[in-house]
């Protein structure tokens, strides 16, 4: 059962236009969600969270928003650049004696430029 | 600053050999540190996750065992590989809510 899910496995992009990735989650018990971007055979960093208490947060060119009503959540990129090509995760945390992760299966962007 | 550790960065393994991997944090104690796989064409899996020295949880039932001898050091182990198990071994810590991965193993087994 995923609880996590990116529905879209790659995305492509002009340089310079907006990239959405969209994350759809099942458990509304989870109170933190991330997203973290990977570069083959490296492990993932940490680009930007946002509190279950919050409906949006914005780091530069990064912005993250959550819906709880429909459980999802979107990462907008902008503007895109060639460097930000990489897969993308999202993850939803519940605490349960430790915060646990569940990730989704990636969003690969692919931006053109 | 706090640095995480993961080797070996890769390793290429018989079916039916043994696995240790190791991860070990810098500049934190206590940490709660986690074990990962990321599969072909998949996310990252949950594998084990640790809130002390000696205490393991296991997410999923598998091949695999986790030990945590020493505070900042997290050991993934098994006794035989199977070809399943190949995939990138992800080790992290949590900073609060915020998890930080370390740079991974690519482990295939053949």
């Known amino acids: 059962d995923q609880q996590v899910k990116q529905n879209s496995p790659s995305l492509s992009v002009q340089e310079g236009r907006i990239s959405i990735l969209n994350c759809d989650y099942t458990?509304?018990?989870?109170?933190?969600f991330l997203w973290y971007k990977k570069y083959p055979a490296e492990g993932p960093t940490f680009l930007i969270s946002i509190s279950s208490i919050k409906d949006k947060n914005e780091d530069g060119r990064f912005t993250v928003f959550l819906n709880k009503s429909a459980k999802h959540l979107s990462l907008h990129i902008v503007p895109s650049q060639p460097g930000d090509s990489a897969v993308y995760f999202c993850a939803a945390s519940v605490y349960s004696g430790t915060y646990k992760y569940i990730f989704g299966t990636g969003t690969r962007l692919k931006v053109l430029a | 600053s706090q640095t995480i550790h993961q080797w070996p960065a890769t390793l290429v393994q018989p079916v039916g050999s043994p696995l240790s991997l190791e991860c070990t944090v810098e500049g934190t104690s206590n940490p709660n540190l986690y074990w990962y796989r990321q599969a072909a064409g998949r996310g990252l899996q949950l594998l084990f996750y640790?809130?002390?020295?000696?205490?393991i949880s296991s997410e999923v039932p598998q091949n695999l065992s986790a030990s945590r001898p020493q505070d900042r050091q997290f050991i993934l182990s098994s006794k035989k590989l199977l070809l399943s198990d190949s995939g990138f071994y992800l080790c992290a810590w949590t900073r609060g809510d915020e998890q930080f991965f370390g740079p991974g193993t690519r482990l295939t087994v053949l």
């Open positions: 458990n509304s018990m989870f109170d933190y």
């Open positions: 640790s809130i002390g020295i000696g205490q």
